[in-house]
Every structure is written in C-alpha cells, then in structure tokens.
Nanobody, 115 residues
Framework: QVQLMESGGGLVQAGGSLRLSCAAS????????MDWYRQAPGKQRELVAT???????HYADSVKGRFTISRDNAKNTVYLQMNSLKPEDTAVYYC?????????WGQGTQVTVSS
C-alpha cells in the first residue's frame, strides 16, 4: 500500500505562483511513476504532469512552460511548481502513484486562481 498526502493549494491571483507537494509513505520502493492530475467543477479529471523513477517528465500542453514537476527522493515527495497561473488552472489537484499492480491517489488540494 502507498499513502499520498497533498499540500500547498490555496488562493492566488492570476500571474502568481504556487508549489504543490505530494508526500508518499508506505511501499514507496514499488513506485515507478508519479503524476499530478486536476479536476475542475463539471469537468473530467485530466493529467497535468508525470515524472518517472528515472526522472523523465511529461506535461499537458496547457501547462507546458508554466508548470514544473520534480521529486526529492530523500523526502519521498513530488512537487508541482506552478507559475504564471491562470483562472483556468482553478481545480482540485490530485497526486497519483503508480506501481506495477495498482494506482494510489491522494485526497486532493484546492487551487483557486482569481482574475
């Protein structure tokens, strides 16, 4: 089992920045991919960014050049640095961990960007 705890959400003005954190615990040695997803009201959950155990990253087109995913293996934590935030980035942001047999989700953290 893997447990995930997100933090760092909040209210920010357009153009501002936030850094989300996702702390993992449990069977973390089995994790090979970590993702950030988001879900806005009335919309489907969408993939925002991915980082593999080897450090490869992938971003949704809508956040490329503005968001950066990174990991601190010593702290068992994955981060999502969000810059130049837009009102359309408003959503609940979720962390997901993947291993060879399962997916694990955090409880989510709200990000609200005001115009």
């Amino acid at each position: 089992q893997v447990q995930l705890m997100e933090s760092g959400g909040g209210l920010v003005q357009a153009g501002g920045s936030l850094r989300l954190s996702c702390a993992a615990s449990g069977s973390i040695g089995s994790i090979h991919v970590m993702d950030w997803y988001r879900q806005a009201p009335g919309k489907q959950r969408e993939l925002v960014a991915t980082i593999t155990s080897g450090g490869s990253t992938h971003y949704a087109d809508s956040v490329k050049g503005r968001f950066t995913i990174s990991r601190d293996n010593a702290k068992n934590t994955v981060y999502l640095q969000m810059n130049s935030l837009k009102p359309e980035d408003t959503a609940v942001y979720y962390c997901r961990a993947r291993n060879s047999w399962d997916n694990y989700w955090g409880q989510g953290t709200q990000v609200t960007v005001s115009s």
